[in-house]
């Protein structure tokens, strides 16, 4: 059993950046892929930045590349989210989740098996 934490979110002007927090419980927390989505209000889940376990790949998505970066401590069981330059379109609520397979990054939330409750991001043009 994995639970999940968010934190980090709050109101933010165009061109500002954030630092979201996933802080992760469970004993085998260090061995899941993680993986950060985001859902803005009346859209589908979409996937935003991914890490690997145990060798370090990363993925994201094509709107955030260059501007996010995801990372990963594994003494604090945390992984972060680095916003920056953020505009509207970055509005929505974001999650972090898990998945079993902590060797391969993927795209797709029905791969996650456990998930956080999601922090509120709103970028104010």
């Known amino acids: 059993q994995v639970q999940l934490v968010e934190s980090g979110g709050g109101l933010v002007q165009a061109g500002g950046s954030l630092r979201l927090s996933c802080a992760g419980s469970?004993?085998?927390?260090?061995?899941?892929?993680m993986g950060w989505f985001r859902q803005a209000p009346g859209k589908e889940r979409e996937f935003v930045a991914a890490?690997?376990?145990?060798?370090?790949?990363?993925s994201y998505a094509d709107s955030i590349k260059g501007r996010f970066t995801i990372s990963r401590d594994y003494l604090k069981n945390t992984v972060y989210l680095q916003m920056n330059s953020l505009n509207a379109e970055d509005t929505g609520v974001y999650s972090c989740a898990a998945n079993p397979n902590g060797y391969v990054t993927r795209r797709s939330p029905t791969d996650y098996t456990y998930w956080g409750q999601g922090t509120q991001v709103t970028v104010s043009s």
């Open positions: 469970g004993r085998t927390f260090s061995t899941y892929s």
């Open positions: 890490t690997t376990s145990n060798n370090g790949l990363t």
